[in-house]
């Protein structure tokens, strides 16, 4: 498929709906549903348990049993596998990090190579280089022949949003960046993502720290037990939570 997509003409990049996941016999996710539009940083809220995780695997094609509607730039990838999905320009970064141990921070970049990305209307979307994104992540900079291995877990976290954007994406998954690492570095990935959010890239943002997303996010869904129980701006949810809600635990 072509680099160049039709979609988001009218600003909207995601749009799922109805979307179910099941792991074996035990049904995970009902009927969810949000939208990310061009230039939004979304937060996908809730308590541990609540599906964060399954629905953004399940957007990317990691759920093997799943049904409902996911259109991704005007193209409908519900069941359509994850290596296709990664090419149209979708970004995931696992919770898990999944860098590669034994290979260099310089080697992994490599590895997350796609080619540049332009809008229906031919404006680039999206070219990142081995040196922007050295700049971009100085912590990486420093350490470029270090195998990923023999980083701390902030570091991985980094290297993986960077090898993510190495793939010029339209969008990035974003899972949990805050969880498990230390308060300096979750200061540091909400300027990342602020940063991140000035050039245009998109994010669909997988959080509980409701600290951390408020920094970050322009709206936010809430999922309970599976479902969405709140979808407004984060501001909403603030005041929701502040009212005594407490959707999210805190």
């Known amino acids: 498929m072509s680099a160049q997509m039709p ?11 109805q979307l179910n996941a099941w792991y074996g016999e035990a049904h995970i996710l009902f009927d969810v549903g ?9 937060a996908l809220m809730g308590r541990n348990g609540a599906g964060k995780s399954t629905t953004l695997k399940a957007i990317m094609g990691l759920v093997e049993r799943r049904k409902g509607v996911v259109q991704f730039m005007g193209q409908n990838i519900a069941q359509a596998d994850a290596w296709r999905i990664a090419r149209l320009g979708l970004g995931y970064v696992p919770e898990e990090r999944r860098i590669f141990s034994a290979l260099t921070v310089l080697e992994n970049l ?3 190579r796609q080619p540049p990305r332009r809008w229906a209307d031919g404006s680039l979307a999206s070219q990142w280089s081995v040196d922007e994104l050295l700049a971009f992540f100085p912590n990486l900079a ?4 270090r195998p990923g291995g023999q980083m701390s877990g902030g570091e991985q ?4 949003v960077a090898r993510t954007l190495m793939g010029n994406p339209y969008l990035v998954l974003l ?27 998109s994010i669909l943002l997988c959080e509980q720290n409701l600290h951390f997303a ?5 709206r936010a869904y809430v999922l309970e037990k599976g479902t969405i129980q709140f979808a407004g701006s ?17």
């Open 7 to 17: 979609g988001a003409a009218t600003g909207l990049l995601l749009q799922v709906d």
């Open 34 to 42: 949000l939208e990310v539009r061009r230039g939004e940083v979304v």
């Open 110 to 112: 490599e590895v997350g």
């Open 142 to 145: 420093a350490m470029p022949q």
């Open 157 to 160: 976290q980094m290297l993986t």
């Open 175 to 201: 899972d949990e960046p805050s969880e498990g690492v230390a308060p300096v570095i979750v200061e540091q990935m909400a300027q990342m993502i602020l940063q991140l959010k000035q050039r245009g890239v």
């Open 214 to 218: 408020r920094l970050v996010s322009d």
């Open 234 to 250: 984060m501001q909403a949810l603030i005041d929701e939570e502040r009212a005594g809600a407490k959707r999210i635990g805190v």
